[in-house]
DNA sequence: TCATTTAATTGAACAATGTTCATTTTTCAA
DNA sequence: TTGAAAAATGAACATTGTTCAATTAAATGA
């Protein structure tokens, strides 16, 4: 059998990222198999080949279909122009979609892309988009000169929370005490903001 | 055939544990399959699990050994007693080592344990060792009745620290003109004492 | 010394995986 | 109506983790 026309390729392409989110989050990125996505949309493992390079390249896909998601839910967020709330806020965004798509969220950061495959671009600016929004939260701490160093600090606050996040999910983060991981996310926020703005002063 | 006595079983072990590290070392933890282990140390896969539960666990028992030679190696450093620049030279040491061993930093870190295994306790304790030399070296900025205090931001240094390298290492970390990894790195130890030495002094 | 028990080691076997590709079938254009 | 192009298939292949009955060597005891 062959050539139905049901789907052309882009209502295909939706279908199958639909299949694997689905996959993801009710079983986790272990369950995500060719069998799988092809058995959920109806179709052969054969034809996820004609959209996908391999199944790595299908995971890239949906972890861009998730960077877009967090983007929209955090975009939503209105910014006061007061950094530390602002970021706190971002963060709190942030956990509750760690919270509510654990799976996405797995997939996403700590299922490494193999060596062997080179991060696409539209991937890379995926995640430009969300460090933009944590960079203007933090640009009231910085003269408009200093691109550079606005950007920068952003990028080392969102990897510094991604540690922690990251860490604590994979459960190689002792916590200390009764800390949790906002506990601990906020402390950064808060340490890193006062160390900007105490450098700033001398 | 059956029963050499080539090897008792912690020889075993360590010849086991020490053909994984050389595997992983040369080609990477995907070349690290039951198969290969058993070629290298001349005896049949089936062997291997006599020694380990499984495959994650002959992991988690090389990362072990991973974390073990990461802290004689920074546990050899001498601290100055000024936080900044001992965080940096632990920092250093530990670049030097991601350098050195990328495939271990990787499946050490990078290499997510299945949610079906919890963490042993003793492995815990591993990471737990590490992280109290840095929790030594950042000492000076609290009071020594702060324990726990001091505990928490060490956990978020480490933590911090582990993200830049992390998301750098998965090339999902855009970096800013031409700052390196260790310019990150470095940043963020700067900046986040600085914020603990600013709130010590309200 | 020989028979029996115990334990280690094997390797064939199984189910599941990613991936390929000759074959088949449908659609489209001429 | 015919022929070419494209889409979809699913059987097939190589590999994987893992199991376990069978086999063999060592340890034990008489």
């Known amino acids: 059998m062959a050539r139905r026309s049901d789907h052309n390729r882009e209502e295909l392409y939706a279908l199958?990222?639909?299949?694997?989110?689905?996959?993801?989050?009710?079983?986790?990125?272990?369950?995500?198999?060719?069998?799988?996505?092809?058995?959920?949309?109806?179709?052969?493992?054969?034809?996820?080949?004609n959209l996908f390079d391999n199944l790595d390249d299908l995971i890239v896909h949906l972890n861009g279909s998730t960077l877009d998601d967090l983007f929209d839910k955090v975009s939503a967020l209105e910014q006061s122009g007061d950094p530390e709330s602002d970021c706190k806020a971002l963060l709190g965004s942030y956990l509750d979609?760690?919270?509510?798509?654990?799976?996405?969220?797995?997939?996403?950061?700590?299922?490494?892309?193999?060596?062997?495959?080179?991060?696409?671009?539209?991937?890379?600016?995926?995640?430009?988009?969300?460090?933009?929004?944590?960079?203007?939260?933090?640009?009231?701490?910085?003269?408009?000169?200093?691109?550079?160093?606005?950007?920068?600090a952003a990028s080392v606050l969102w990897a510094g929370l991604h540690g922690i996040t990251s860490l604590s999910n994979d459960g190689k983060l002792q916590l200390v005490s009764e800390d949790d991981v906002e506990d601990l996310a906020s402390f950064l926020v808060t340490t890193f903001i006062a160390g900007i703005q105490s450098r700033a002063r001398q």
């Open 16 to 49: 199958a990222i639909g299949a694997a989110r689905q996959i993801v989050e009710s079983d986790g990125i272990k369950a995500l198999t060719a069998r799988n996505v092809a058995d959920v949309i109806g179709y052969s493992p054969g034809t996820l080949y």
């Open 97 to 152: 979609y760690l919270n509510d798509h654990p799976g996405l969220w797995y997939a996403l950061f700590d299922y490494a892309i193999p060596t062997t495959m080179t991060v696409p671009s539209w991937y890379v600016r995926k995640i430009e988009r969300l460090m933009e929004i944590l960079r203007v939260a933090i640009a009231p701490l910085y003269a408009d000169t200093q691109m550079d160093e606005t950007a920068r």
